[in-house]
């Protein structure tokens, strides 16, 4: 149980930094597939209004 205090302080502080960086990452990941999704979703969107223009046009 007895040991230097700094070394514990600085095992501690370690640990906190893992934490820190680990909740980062996690967050930025999530971040960029939302926005991978949302990309995907306007494409797919822009792709289904240029059909129905095109669909018009043909029925016209």
Request: hydrophobic letters at 40%; a positive charge; charged letters at 25%.
């Amino acid at each position: 149980m007895g040991g230097d205090a700094g070394s514990k302080v600085l095992r501690l502080f370690s640990f906190l930094g893992a934490g820190v960086i680990c909740t980062y990452s996690i967050n930025l990941y999530r971040d960029i597939e939302r926005k991978k999704l949302t990309q995907k979703q306007i494409a797919e969107e822009i792709a289904e209004k240029g059909n129905m223009v095109n669909k018009a046009t043909v029925e016209n």
